[in-house]
């Protein structure tokens, strides 16, 4: 692409090339280039106000014939914008000494070439980096952990002074991670001080912290083309770049919705999860990745799930164990999603479908055949996070089933108690028989629903005895016309009328509906919003 691109630099190579890459995507992907390509100014604490004479002085001895006057006002801006900054980096003293000089110049009609103002960047650098030893220090004593004594720490700090001699102190990543673990391991060796890998990285951390980012313009792309290290320094800037997710315009997914619905199309299941990614990238073309689980019901409960693969739509019948969507499958740990998989690895066992659909304008497949798709990494971590966006649906219906199989288990055993302790305690007390729902109810903190009539004035009463909020759809079905709904809706049917509530019912409230009713009239209650297992209905 760079020897065929017209662009001219990297930014309008970027701009052009690339879809959804503007001009501040193209500076940051620039900005990760140079730190790769020119690496980063290392940045150092500048001397205090009480120590700022050794610039000035620094600079003064550097500077020859411009006047005594001129030359001391000149050292003395030097060192005070240089003391301004919290760190200050070679390019960074540079930018200050011919900002400085232009200044004196005008004031004082003198002139300051390239050689003086060389030397006295030069001078000034040799004033600030005198005491980059303590500066380390402090660097890594702030990185580590306090468990390090100072014998360590000053190790480490002395050994990364002999990285920083002469010059302008430009780093790498990498440069700063060879000499991290070189100074770690002679520590180590010679103070019997240890620095873990964590340590280590800290130090990194606060080192390139430390460093800025040079000016220094990026080559031209005729440059970058003709070295393969250049170019490779471009593509892993952009790899580290946020890009905006490409066009899917070009594309046919089948999108989640009717994933969802072809699944339940075609199996008769309990449960069906469906979800469609983002776009993303593989050798510049873009594609998607759609994921479907139906779950259940006359689904086979014996051998491995079903796993239906896809390409642009079209089913892949063949070569399943080469294709990179069984791979896949087969390394997900499917007991996090209360699947059986023997051994830990391989298709899992249950009675569940697994489909796969990949969309691109260019699936890598493994062969002419188009069986199988090729075991592409950013294909496949794209494969599994919109596999596993499906199965932590599945997950969290697997375990509120576990959780209302278990509640409908012990209300099942509270029924059959009640009832005989209900009927003991009035034989002892001589009492009215209790009602044992509404008991049941509270026990189980269902939400309890019961009713009451009187005088032609009919009352629901939900009662929430749970810790949540319920929304409850509640409609009564009555076979005599309603007056009084009091915001109701009612709609009548075939005789019958059905009034409506939608009320939220908060953690231990309750809430009373009302209306009328003229003549007799049968009632049948129906209430969702909630589940059969947090019901109770006495009415």
């Known amino acids: 692409m760079l020897d065929e691109t017209d662009s001219y630099s990297i930014s309008g190579f970027l701009q052009g090339e690339f879809t959804r890459v503007g001009a501040k995507t193209a500076d940051k992907v620039i900005a990760n280039f140079n730190d790769y390509h020119y690496g980063r100014g290392m940045a150092w604490r500048p001397p205090q106000a009480h120590e700022d004479t050794d610039v000035r002085a620094a600079v003064e001895d550097a500077v020859a014939n411009k006047g005594a006057e001129a030359t001391a006002a000149f050292a003395e801006a030097v060192a ?17 000494v011919d900002e400085v000089a232009e200044d004196i110049e005008a004031e004082y009609d003198t002139t300051f070439g390239a050689t003086v103002t060389e030397n006295a960047v030069e001078a000034a650098w040799s004033a600030v980096v005198a005491e980059r030893q303590s500066d380390l220090y402090g660097l890594v004593d702030d990185a580590t952990s306090t468990r390090k004594d100072d014998a360590a720490v000053e190790g480490i700090a002395s050994r990364l002074v002999d990285k ?15 000499y991290v673990d070189r100074a770690a391991d002679m520590t180590e060796d010679h103070d019997d001080a240890t620095f873990g890998e964590t340590a280590r990285e800290n130090i990194i951390d606060a080192l390139w912290d430390a460093a800025v980012p040079v000016p220094d313009d990026p080559p031209n792309v005729s440059a970058v083309a003709d070295d393969r290290d250049t170019a490779s320094d471009l593509l892993t800037a952009m790899r580290e770049a946020d890009i905006i997710a490409p066009p899917t315009d070009c594309l046919s997914p089948i999108t989640a919705e009717l994933v969802e619905e072809g699944l339940r199309k075609e199996f008769d299941a309990d449960f069906f999860a469906a979800s469609t990614r983002d776009a993303a990238v593989h050798g510049g073309d873009p594609f998607v990745v759609e994921a479907g689980i139906a779950y259940g019901g006359a689904l086979p409960a014996e051998g491995a799930v079903d796993v239906m693969r896809f390409a642009n739509r079209v089913p892949l019948v063949y070569q399943r164990g080469a294709c990179a969507t069984t791979d896949v499958i087969k390394n ?28 691109s304008t260019n699936v890598p497949f493994t062969s002419e055949s188009k069986d199988a798709i ?27 089933r576990r959780s209302m199989q278990q509640r409908r288990k012990k209300q099942n055993k509270l029924a059959t108690i009640l009832p005989e302790m209900a009927r003991k305690l009035t034989e002892v007390t001589g009492n009215e028989e209790l009602d044992i729902d509404d008991s049941l109810a509270r026990i189980m903190n269902n939400v309890l629903v019961e009713r009451e009539v009187e005088d032609g004035r009919v009352r629901l009463i939900v009662e929430n005895n749970d810790d949540r909020n319920a929304d409850v759809e509640l409609t009564d079905i009555v076979t005599a016309e309603p007056q009084d709904t009091n915001g109701a809706t009612v709609v009548e049917m075939d005789g019958e009328w059905f009034v409506k509530w939608s009320p939220t019912v908060g953690a231990g409230e309750r809430a009373v509906l009302e209306y009328s009713v003229t003549d007799e009239a049968e009632f049948t209650v129906s209430v969702d919003g909630v589940e059969d297992e947090k019901l109770t209905v006495n009415a």
């Open 80 to 96: 005070d914008a240089i003391r301004d900054g919290e760190r200050v980096a070679h390019h960074e003293i540079v930018a200050i």
């Open 164 to 178: 920083f001699g002469d010059g302008r102190h430009r780093v790498t990543r990498k440069d700063l991670r060879d």
């Open 332 to 359: 997900i740990n499917w007991r996090n999603y209360n699947l059986d998989q023997p051994g830990g690895s391989g298709i899992p066992n249950g009675p569940a479908v697994i489909m796969v659909h990949v969309a």
């Open 374 to 400: 090729a075991n592409i990494p950013e294909m496949e971590d794209e494969i599994e996070l919109a596999i596993r966006e499906a199965a932590r649906e599945l997950k969290s219906y697997l375990n509120k």
